[in-house]
């Protein structure tokens, strides 16, 4: 069965700082990975997604996300937090086409 | 991509009624689904909503307390039956434009139930 674990609960940073939020994740194939942020109020938005390739994607919003096969890790990065980053963010993983199983989310905190 | 319009946006009922939410997408698409996220918690998923059949359920949901319908490939309907406290939730409709597992998802904006 896949699943996903996200070890932060809550992340709090200093606009400017950089950024680093992690996500595991198993499968017993190759993955396919999500990164979605959720703003407060909002539904989900798809910040990037790796399927096969470059093992370093870039997304919306300045973010980039580099997966480690060896470390079962997807984790999602960006040199420069705004305070408009402050939201939720979830991984997510999708072996199979009837759904996506999503890790418990990390709630970023952005301080001025 | 796709965009999804989810009604209501929010809404306080009371214990024992029902309430309906809708999906409806700007383009056809392959697969729908209906996600409850409740507070502080990640995304579960309910059941897949199939076009012209019955739903595809996950563990731990029914049909009796969730029914679903699909009638046609942009529209569907998920209604929370004999709704309790714990029902409080964010109900989140999503649709995949393939069958293919790296397809992405999109989200509607999410239906905040509160009952009370």
């Known amino acids: 069965a896949q699943s996903v674990t996200q070890p932060d609960i809550h992340i709090t940073v200093s606009e400017g700082a950089s950024l680093e939020l992690r996500c595991n994740y198993s499968?017993?194939?190759?993955?396919?990975l999500f990164w979605y942020v959720q703003s407060p109020g909002q539904g989900l938005q798809l910040l990037l997604k790796y399927f096969s390739g470059d093992t370093l994607v870039q997304g919306i919003k300045g973010f980039e996300a580099e997966f480690k096969r060896s470390q079962s890790s997807f984790n999602l990065r960006k040199p420069s937090v705004h305070w408009s980053d402050a939201a939720e963010y979830f991984c997510?993983?999708?072996?199979?086409?009837?759904?996506?199983?999503f890790g418990s989310g990390t709630q970023l905190t952005v301080l001025p | 991509s796709a965009v999804i319009s989810q009604k209501p946006s929010r809404d306080i009922c009371q214990r024992g009624t029902s309430l309906t939410i809708q999906c409806q997408v700007d383009?056809?698409?392959?697969?729908m689904f209906w996600y409850r996220q409740q507070p502080g918690q990640s995304l579960t998923l309910i059941a897949t909503a199939n076009q012209g059949s019955e739903a595809t359920y996950e563990s731990g949901f029914v049909i009796d307390k969730f029914p679903i319908s699909r009638p046609n490939l942009t529209f569907s309907t998920l209604t929370v039956s004999n709704m309790s406290p714990e029902d409080s939730s964010i109900y989140l409709c999503?649709?995949?434009?393939?069958?293919?597992?790296?397809?992405?998802?999109?989200f509607g904006q999410g239906t905040r139930l509160t009952v009370v």
């Open positions: 999503s649709v995949r434009q393939g069958a293919d597992s790296g397809t992405e998802a999109f």
């Open positions: 997510a993983v999708g072996g199979s086409a009837r759904q996506l199983t």
């Open positions: 499968y017993g194939a190759t993955p396919y």
């Open positions: 383009s056809q698409v392959t697969m």
